[in-house]
């Protein structure tokens, strides 16, 4: 008997029993594994970040990974302080207790003395360039200076060509921070190449993912209309260079083999790039899916999803496409989401995909290559067996990022961030020297 007719929850038992007998991970820092003494667990954290219910990757990370923490250790001493951006107000949950005002300085130092007086025994800030005000996002170290408590820094971005000004701020950052949690391998040997930063002081926590089953596509489509169409998917806020025009333009091709495939672009278009430029992305695409004859075949759902949405819509998915434009993308939570989900994913190979999609868990094609695309997607859609092997091994390797299992490797950061706290000698740059080398930088630019 062949494992696609064994029954589903069948299928499913045996691939969770089997996951548990591998680890997924080929290198992770050893610190990251050893549990931290008795008592040195913190009770009171603030999160600072961005929330639900701005639409932003950021957004959902914070909300899920203090869902995830509240789930493991309880919600009671848990805090948020969530960054607007500008001329925005959102009505958010019970939890977070304060914000501040993404371009307004002396709103990070009113921050920071709050936490201060409130009793926190640890703040984990969620670190991205574009959602903190000041030049390379440098008001958040001011908020960094006056905190008293360890700070344990997740970073969603690292670059390996910064300019002067980011160089100066993430340094400034790793000094500022008892702990820095990457969620790559790729991420880490950048910070200690590039930043300088000691292995010593980082986390690797690959991006946690919701503990979704592993079902059929087909038990999911009829909800979505798509019963009887091979769905290729993509989910997202949509932003330029995300490489879904490379889809549309493979499309023709794929569909010259498999008449009932469809290509689903689902999301909202970026706040920020809809600020700027509104809908003009979108509005390129469909010119094109109508200019290559697509038009029918390439669905926009144009929104942005809850979680129990998202999961069913992923769900409907038989390929899973990030066609990014760009190598430079350490992290990608949609790539993340579809691997715990088993799906089969055809990927550009960007870095984190690189690191994800190894040993044949997913298909790298070149850059801005729709032939390449078109290839790989009808070689999966003609072999159900390749397709569902590669589903699998996804799956299996994805079962170790699940939230559950990131809170609980959040907290072991978390602890030895507030040991390292209470000895003598501080790991990574002196702080003092950062900032004085970040002034130098600053004034020469």
């Known amino acids: 008997m062949s ?70 250790y309880g919600a009671s001493g848990l805090q948020v302080v969530a960054v607007n951006d500008a001329q925005s107000a959102y009505l958010y949950p019970a939890r977070v207790r304060g914000e501040i005002a993404e371009d307004d300085l002396s709103s ?23 959602i903190f005000g000041g030049k390379a996002g440098s008001h958040v170290l001011e908020l ?13 971005t690292v670059l390996r060509q910064p300019d ?19 969620m790559s391998d790729y991420s880490a040997c950048i910070l200690q190449d590039v930043f300088g930063v000691s292995a010593t002081k980082i986390d690797l926590i ?34 330029p260079n995300k490489g879904f025009e490379n889809v549309i333009k493979a499309l ?27 809908d003009r992305y979108r509005e390129q695409l469909q010119a094109l899916a109508r200019e290559v004859g697509v038009e029918r075949e390439v669905i926009f759902l144009n929104r942005f999803f809850s979680p129990q949405e998202m999961a069913s819509l992923v769900a409907s998915a038989d390929i899973y496409i990030t066609p990014y434009c760009h190598e430079a993308q350490a992290v990608s939570g949609t790539l993340a989401y579809a691997m715990g989900a088993g799906k089969a994913i055809i990927s550009t190979p960007y870095w984190h995909a690189n690191e994800l999609l190894n040993n044949g868990r997913g298909a790298l094609v070149p850059f801005e290559d729709p032939a390449a695309i078109a290839v790989t997607a009808i070689q999966l859609l003609d072999d159900d067996a390749e397709r569902y092997l ?32 209470m000895q003598p000698v501080h790991q990574g740059f002196p702080v003092q020297a950062v900032e004085k080398i970040g002034a130098r930088i600053i004034l020469s630019v």
């Open 164 to 182: 002067p000004d980011q160089r100066s701020v993430m340094q400034q950052i790793a000094a500022r921070s008892d702990r820095l949690i990457v």
């Open 206 to 239: 690959p991006h946690g993912i919701p503990d979704l089953p592993f079902v059929e596509p087909e038990v999911h489509k009829d909800a979505l209309a798509l019963t009887g169409k091979a769905v290729m998917l993509t989910f997202g806020l949509l932003s």
């Open 108 to 130: 990070y130092r009113a921050t920071a003395d709050r936490l201060n007086t409130c009793d926190v025994d640890l703040v984990c800030l969620q670190h991205e360039y574009g």
């Open 390 to 421: 590669m589903r699998e091994r996804a799956y299996l390797y994805a079962r170790k990022m699940v939230w559950s299992q990131a809170a609980q490797s959040y907290m072991r950061s978390f602890s030895r961030a507030r040991v390292q706290r």
């Open 252 to 278: 023709p091709r794929i569909r010259s083999r498999h008449k009932n495939v469809v290509y689903v672009i689902a999301g909202a278009t970026h706040p920020h790039v809809r600020a700027r430029e509104g």
């Open 144 to 156: 960094l200076r006056i905190l008293n408590m360890p700070v344990v820094t997740t970073l969603h």
């Open 3 to 72: 494992a696609s007719s064994l029954p589903m929850k069948a299928q499913q038992s045996n691939l969770i029993r089997r996951g548990r007998e591998t680890s997924p991970f080929g290198r992770v820092p050893a610190l990251a594994l050893v549990p931290a003494p008795n008592g040195s667990r913190p009770s009171r954290i603030a999160v600072i970040g961005n929330h639900l219910p701005r639409q932003c990757g950021i957004a959902t990370f914070t909300t899920d990974l203090c869902d995830a923490i509240a789930a493991e």
